[in-house]
C-alpha cells in the first residue's frame, strides 16, 4: 500500500504489537483478554505516540548532586471515545498516571452510520494541554472526525488521535478533515464492507470489550 498519501499517519509495527493484535483479531478471544491485550497494546503504543512531545529542562537533586531532567511541557488530558476508547484508557494512564481525562460520548446511529453525541465532559483549561482521543477503531471516520471537531472547539491546539486498527477510508476522513492532526495505529486494513465494518478487523470494538454481543 502507498502511504505516501497518509502523511500524517503511523502505524507502530512493533513485534509485540502485532502478536498480540493477533490474538484480539481471533473470534475465540474471550472478552477478559480482549481487554487485557488491548489494555497492553495501547501501553505498547504510548512510547511512540509521545516520541516528538516537547520537553522542557527541570533542575532534579539526585542524592549525590544537582543536575539538568526533562518533564513534559504540557499536561495531558486523555479523551477517550465511549464506549470502546475506555478499554484503551488504563493501558495509556499506566504511563501517563498524571494525565486527566475526558469523555466523549458517541454512536454509530444503525442507519445512517452518522455519530450520535449523548455525552462530552472535558476537565478544565483543556486548550492548555496535549489532548491524545483514544477509540480502537477508525472505520469511516465519521465518530473520530466529529470528536476532533468537539475538542477543536475548546480552542485545542495540539490533539494525537490514537486508535487500533484504521481503515483506509477513515484515514482519508480523517486527514481531509483535521490535516494537521497526527494519527497512530497499530494496523491499516484492507477496507470496509457494506455495513462499515473494517475488514479483515477484529469486529465490534465495544461489544468485545464488554461482552455486549
Ligand atoms: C465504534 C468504534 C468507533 C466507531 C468507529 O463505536 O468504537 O467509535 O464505531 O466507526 P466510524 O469510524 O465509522 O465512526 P460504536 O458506534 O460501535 O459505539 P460503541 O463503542 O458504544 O460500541
Ligand atoms: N466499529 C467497530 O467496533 N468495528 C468495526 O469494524 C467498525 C466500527
Redesign the pocket.
Known sequence: MNLEKYPTLTIIQHPLIQTKLTILRDVNTDNYMFRTLLNQIASLMVYEVFRNTDTVEVEVSTPLETTTGYKLSKEITLVP?????LGMVSGIHQLIPRARIGHI????AKNT?E?VEYYTKFPPNLSETKVILI?????????????LTFIKQRNVKDISFVCLVA?PE?VE?IIADHPEVPIFTAALDRE?NDH?YILPGLG????R??G?E
Open positions: 471515545i465511549l464506549r470502546a476508547g460520548g458517541l454512536y454509530r452510520l455519530p477509540d480502537p477503531m477508525l472505520a469511516t471516520g465519521g465518530s473520530a472526525s466529529a470528536a481503515a477513515g476522513r470496509l462499515a465490534d470494538a465495544g461489544d470489550i464488554y455486549t
